[in-house]
C-alpha cells in the first residue's frame, strides 16, 4: 500500500469512526431505559482507537521511509536504471553470457576505362609491378574493364569462456591471384582463431597496418604500404582501449631473381630453403588524437645448390624490416593515414613488390662468381580521408615505392613505383556505396630508362549485408 492510499483509508476510517460514535451515543440517550450495557459502546470505542493509533504509526513510517530514499540515492532499487554504468571485468571473467555468430559480406561491382595498358589478368586494379617493362607488352591502350571480384563472404563468432573470449573468423572473396590470376574464383581472405591472449591460423600479419588502408575503392591498395595475410601463431600480451603488443611466429617465404643470368644451367637446381618461421612483431600507443604504430620482422632466406658440379651457389640472407604508422585525426572530419617502411629482403610482406632476391656478381671468386643478396625496399603511404556529410566522403594520396637493384639484375628489372587516387564516394544509405575514382600508375625500370604510366577512371557499386545471432 502507498504513502497516498494510507492516508487516505486513514481520513475515511476517521470520518466512518466519529459517525459511528456520535450516533451511538445519540442511540444510547435515546435508549437508554431500554439498553443499559453503556460498557459495550465503551468498549468498542477503545477498540477503534488502539485501530487509529496503529494507523497513524504506520503513516509516521512510511513518512520516513520516504525521506531516506530522497536523501540518499545509494539505496538499492528493486529494477537497476539502464543508465548505471557496468563494472569493470576481471581479466578472464565472463561478462557476455551469450555465444554470437555474424555473418556478413557485401556484393561489389567494379567497373571502368583504363586509358593506358597493364598485364590484362590484373585488368581490374592498379599495380605498377604489372605495368608494362617495354614498349607495347599488353599493347593495345585503352579498354573497359568490370568485375565483381572484390565482393565478399565472411563468418565471424565469439564465446565467452573462463580463458578469455573465444573468437573465431573465416572469409573469402572472389579474386583470382597466383595461378588463379585474373580469374572470379575462391581465394582465402582469413581462417583464424584466438582464445584469450593466443591465435593460430591466417590473418593479418603483425608487421602490417591495414588501418593505413585508405577509404578507396582500388582493390589492391597503396603499392608502399605493408600488407600481407599470412599463417602465423600469435601472442598478444597487451590488448587495450590505451595500446597493444603482438608477437607472431609467421610462415616463410621468398623469390629470387637470377637476373642477367636467368637460364643458365648452372641455377636450374638452385632450390629455396626455409628452415625457420619469421619472427614479426607490433606494439601501438593509442590516443585521442590517433595512435602510432612500429611494427618490426627478422626472417631467414636461404637457398642450396643440388648441382653435383664445382659451383658452390648455394646461401641464404637475412631479411630484416621497420614499418613506422599511424592515423592522425585532424578535426573531426579529417583522419590522415601515414606509414614508412625500409629494409632488406622484405618484399614477399609488402603489397606490391618483386622479388626479395637478387643476384650480385662476385668477381674473383672462381667457385662462387655470384651470390644473392636481399634487396632493400623503401615504402611511402600519405593518404587523407575526408567526410563531407554522413552520405560523402573522399579520399586522396599517394604511395610509393623504390627497390635498390643488385647490379647483375636485368635492366628491364623493377626498380621503383608510383600509386595515387582521388575519389567522391556516395552512401544513399549506410549498407549502399556509388562512388568514382581516379587513379594512378607509374613504373619505372632499373636501368634500360624505360618507364610507363597508366590512368584509369573507375565507378563501383557496393551492397553490404550481416547478420547477428546471439544465443
Request: proline share 6%.
Amino acid at each position: 500500500m502507498t504513502l497516498l492510499e494510507l492516508r487516505r483509508w486513514t481520513r475515511t476510517a476517521g470520518s466512518i469512526l466519529l459517525v459511528f460514535i456520535l450516533s451511538a451515543l445519540l442511540q444510547a440517550q435515546s435508549q437508554a431505559p431500554q439498553n443499559p450495557d453503556l460498557q459495550q459502546l465503551k468498549d468498542k470505542l477503545q477498540q477503534l482507537d488502539e485501530q487509529i493509533q496503529e494507523l497513524k504509526e504506520q503513516i509516521q513510517a512510511a513518512e520516513q521511509a520516504g525521506q531516506k530514499q530522497s536523501a540518499s540515492p545509494k539505496v538499492s532499487v528493486s529494477k537497476p536504471s539502464p543508465e548505471r554504468p557496468e563494472p569493470v571485468p576481471l581479466e578472464g571473467e565472463v561478462v557476455e553470457k551469450k555465444n554470437s555468430v555474424d555473418v556478413y559480406g557485401f556484393v561489389m561491382l567494379d567497373s571502368g576505362y583504363e586509358f593506358k595498358e597493364q598485364n590484362p589478368n590484373w585488368f581490374d586494379v592498379v599495380r605498377p609491378t604489372q605495368l608494362p617493362s617495354f614498349k607495347g607488352e599488353f599493347a593495345p591502350d585503352g579498354n573497359v574493364f568490370a568485375g565483381v571480384r572484390q565482393s565478399r563472404f565472411g563468418i565471424k563468432s565469439s564465446t565467452p569462456t573462463s580463458f578469455g573470449d573465444l573468437n573465431t573468423i573465416f572469409e573469402f572473396e572472389l579474386f583470382g591471384t597466383g595461378v588463379d590470376a585474373g580469374q572470379t574464383t575462391f581465394r582465402l581472405r582469413h581462417a583464424y582463431g584466438e582464445l584469450g591472449q593466443f591465435g593460430a591460423g591466417q590473418t593479418w600479419s603483425p608487421f602490417m597496418d591495414i588501418d593505413v588502408f585508405p577509404n578507396s575503392i582500388e582493390y589492391w591498395g597503396p603499392n608502399g604500404m605493408v600488407f600481407f595475410r599470412n599463417v602465423q601463431v600469435r601472442w598478444m600480451p597487451i590488448r587495450s582501449d590505451k595500446g597493444r603488443i603482438t608477437i607472431a611466429l609467421e610462415r616463410p617465404g621468398a623469390s629470387g631473381d637470377q637476373g642477367v643470368y636467368s637460364g643458365r644451367i648452372e641455377l636450374q637446381n638452385v632450390k629455396p630453403r626455409f628452415n625457420f618461421p619469421d619472427l614479426s612483431w607490433q606494439a601501438r600507443l593509442s590516443r585521442d588524437w590517433g595512435y602510432l604504430q612500429l611494427a618490426g620482422i627478422v626472417r631467414k632466406i636461404g637457398w642450396v645448390d643440388a648441382n653435383t658440379d664445382a659451383l658452390k651457389l648455394g646461401g641464404h640472407a637475412v631479411g630484416w624490416g621497420l614499418n613506422l604508422s599511424s592515423n592522425l585525426k585532424m578535426g573531426s572530419k579529417d583522419v590522415a593515414k601515414l606509414s614508412v617502411v625500409y629494409g632488406p629482403g622484405i618484399e614477399n610482406y609488402m603489397n606490391d613488390a618483386p622479388v626479395d632476391i637478387g643476384i650480385k656478381n662476385n668477381p674473383g671468386n672462381p667457385v662462387t662468381p655470384i651470390k644473392g643478396v636481399a634487396l632493400p625496399v623503401l615504402g611511402v603511404v600519405s593518404f587523407l580521408d575526408h567526410n563531407w556529410s554522413r552520405q560523402f566522403t573522399s579520399s586522396i594520396g599517394y604511395s610509393m615505392l623504390n627497390i635498390e637493384n643488385s647490379n647483375a639484375q636485368s635492366p628491364s628489372d623493377f626498380h621503383q613505383g608510383h600509386y595515387a587516387l582521388a575519389n567522391l564516394l556516395y552512401h544513399p544509405i549506410p549498407k549502399v556505396m556509388i562512388g568514382g575514382e581516379f587513379q594512378f600508375g607509374r613504373r619505372v625500370n632499373f636501368s634500360d630508362g624505360f618507364n610507363a604510366n597508366d590512368y584509369r577512371m573507375q565507378f563501383s557499386f557496393k551492397y553490404d549485408w550481416s547478420k547477428d545471432f546471439k544465443f
